[in-house]
């Protein structure tokens, strides 16, 4: 079993959906939570992370953290076709140990 | 501020041959990680280096490995290349040790085993 699990989708949605992205962990000392997006042929971008449990917000993204359930969610709202692309969730617990990251969700927004 | 840049973009070799990468990374950032990234496996961890010292290991074999000069480029190594080896190889720079919540990718180098 993975520590960290995705689903690959992909996942396609009308423009102007709100788009929820999940994850699951399974290692208890993971602290620090991630969301990237990777266009095709790119390298993948920092979205935003989030210490511990909660959410935080940018702009149209929301990243949420439960800790209880290990389970890692990203919610886009008024999606774009522009947002098309595959979305990769990643956690690590810090004090320089490494990152693991999940397969990544690719999400289609049909115009 | 210019990105993390890597070189070559795209590479062919044949199995047997050993290749080198490079990566630059953002100015000011000290410390670069290399990953692997495969459809089956998605992104999955070499190493990190920091101060030309590797301080993370991944769980690959010893075939892949790599150096971090003065000025904080960084090269990887893979020798004896497999089939398997096939992928596309990213390198990501942060600030300091250890910072991979805060660290930005580079365009990565798509490697061809035949």
């Known amino acids: 079993q993975k520590e960290v699990e995705q689903d690959p989708g992909p996942l396609s949605v009308p423009e102007g959906a709100i788009v929820s992205l999940n994850c699951t962990y399974s290692?208890?000392?993971?602290?620090?939570f991630m969301w990237y997006r990777q266009y095709s042929r790119k390298g993948p971008e920092l979205l935003m992370y989030?210490?511990?449990?909660g959410n935080k917000e940018d702009g149209r993204f929301t990243a949420q953290v439960d800790k209880s359930s290990k389970y890692i969610s990203l919610f886009i709202r008024d999606s774009q076709p522009s947002d098309s692309a595959t979305y990769l969730c990643a956690a690590s617990s810090g004090g320089y140990q490494k990152v693991t990251f999940g397969i990544g969700t690719k999400l289609q927004v049909i115009p | 501020k210019a990105g993390v840049t890597q070189t070559p973009r795209y590479l062919i070799k044949t199995r047997g041959q050993q290749v080198t990468l490079s990566c630059s990374p953002i100015?000011?950032?000290?410390?670069v990680s290399w990953y692997q990234q495969t459809p089956g496996q998605g992104l999955q961890f070499l190493f990190e280096y920091f101060s030309e010292t590797q301080r993370n290991k991944g769980n690959f074999p010893g075939r892949f490995s790599g150096r971090q000069f003065s000025n904080s480029r960084s090269e990887m190594n893979v020798s004896t290349l497999e089939l398997g080896d096939s992928a596309l190889y990213l390198c990501?720079?942060?600030?300091?040790?250890?910072?991979?919540?805060?660290?930005?990718f580079g365009p990565g180098t798509r490697l061809t085993v035949l």
């Open positions: 989030t210490y511990s449990s």
């Open positions: 990501a720079s942060s600030l300091r040790q250890g910072l991979f919540h805060e660290q930005f």
């Open positions: 290692n208890s000392a993971f602290q620090y």
């Open positions: 100015s000011g950032h000290r410390s």
